[in-house]
């Protein structure tokens, strides 16, 4: 079983920063990608930032320059750092990671629970 567990959210008054933080644990011998999504009130799901398992990065236009995504390969977890946070990111961001557990099955993408971060004007 592998999982993904979230913490770091909270309210926070605009132009404030957060981090937030993933730790994926279980029958892990890889990750590939990892990636923070959000879904704000009656919105669809979006992706916020993503990176591979080389560093490389990927914004939403929205987030550029505010944001920053980082992960520690040894401890196969990802963060992201956010700063000036804006009302309009008021949303629960949500982990995702492209683990490979061995055996036949290949790279499975898993989920974390999410965490609510509200940002007050």
């Known amino acids: 079983q592998v999982q993904l567990v979230e913490s770091g959210g909270g309210l926070v008054q605009a132009g404030g920063s957060l981090r937030l933080s993933c730790a994926a644990s279980g029958s892990i011998v890889s990750i590939n990608a990892m990636g923070w999504y959000r879904q704000g009130p009656g919105k669809q799901r979006e992706l916020v930032a993503s990176?591979?398992?080389?560093?490389?990065?990927n914004y939403a236009d929205s987030v550029k320059g505010r944001f920053t995504i980082s992960r520690d390969n040894a401890m196969n977890t990802v963060y992201l750092q956010m700063n000036s946070l804006k009302p309009e990111d008021t949303a629960a961001y949500y982990c995702?990671?492209?683990?490979?557990?061995?055996?036949?099955?290949?790279?499975?993408?898993?989920w974390g629970q999410g965490t609510q971060v509200t940002v007050s004007s």
């Open positions: 990176i591979s398992s080389g560093g490389s990065t």
């Open positions: 995702n990671a492209e683990v490979f557990a061995g055996g036949s099955a290949g790279f499975f993408d898993r």
